[in-house]
């Protein structure tokens, strides 16, 4: 879609289908293996471009201060990197839950980076785009690549993957996770021996955070045993939202029926290309 005729801009969710700590670098990262697949959960963005310098977000989110604001932090990066002396006004509309691993701040900004490079018609190669993404977020590269990504590293280093694109029912049990309090748990696996994507195809996973994080909420571990009912569970990243699989909507639209009060759920298709990649 040319971009003057788009009004609208999503920024899907992801979930970690697995998510292993297999070692610490010396600057106190944490080495990983995942795997990143969108579902079809989207935040929305407005974006019009303005003649002046200005980098506005009318509708700031609640509890986050605009000069902080991921969007705002990506278009000022942007404009940083390639000298571009335009400005943006910046609505975003938010439905992916904020503090839940489901990536919606490194989406939004993926998606600001995505929308600009457009707008301003900067054309930057995505991988270009995806440096400049980095230095914002370790989850935001994979979101402007736009597929679905085996990852290692801190998660920057990714292959794409195809996968199904089963049904999903996320659930958000209202816990907002600190991650860096996850990370930095003395009870933390940071350990677990390095697999193969053959390896992970055959099922030989798990979420190493899902100890910790269980022990720290129990509103989450009440929610994982809840899902449990209807399938493997799984944390996404460092939660707090978890989800689980179904080959059928019917039955994720069963189960979702069940949510108990008050806890949020979506039922959601797993994705493997980000919307705006074929655009």
Known sequence: ?????????????????????????????????????FVDLCDELRLRPRDDDQIRLPRPLPGVPPQQDLCVRAAQALRAHTGCRLG????????????GGLGGGSSDAATTLLALNRLWQLDLPRDEL???????????????????????????????IELDEPWYLIVDPGVAVATAGVFGHPKLT??????????????????DCLAVVSALYPQIDAAYRWLARFGQ???????G???????????????????????????????????????
């Open 190 to 207: 940071r350990h677990t021996p390095p697999i193969t994507i053959s390896q992970f195809r055959s099922g030989s996973t798990g979420n």
């Open 1 to 37: 879609m040319p971009p003057e005729t788009r009004r609208i801009w999503p920024a899907p969710a992801k979930i970690n289908l697995f998510l292993h700590i297999v070692g610490r670098r010396a600057d106190g990262y944490h080495l990983l293996q995942t795997v990143f697949q």
């Open 233 to 239: 569970a799984h944390l996404s990243g460092t939660g």
């Open 88 to 99: 943006v006004d910046i609505e975003l509309s938010k439905r992916i839950p904020m503090g």
């Open 241 to 279: 939202c978890l989800f689980v699989r179904f080959d059928a909507r019917q039955a994720a639209d069963v189960a979702q029926a069940q949510l108990p009060a008050p806890w949020r759920g979506w039922v959601v298709r797993g994705l493997n290309h980000h919307p705006l990649l074929a655009d």
């Open 130 to 160: 995806a440096a400049i993404g980095l230095a914002l977020g370790a989850d935001v590269p994979v979101f402007v690549g736009g597929r679905a990504a085996w990852a290692e590293g801190v998660g920057d280093r990714l292959t794409p």
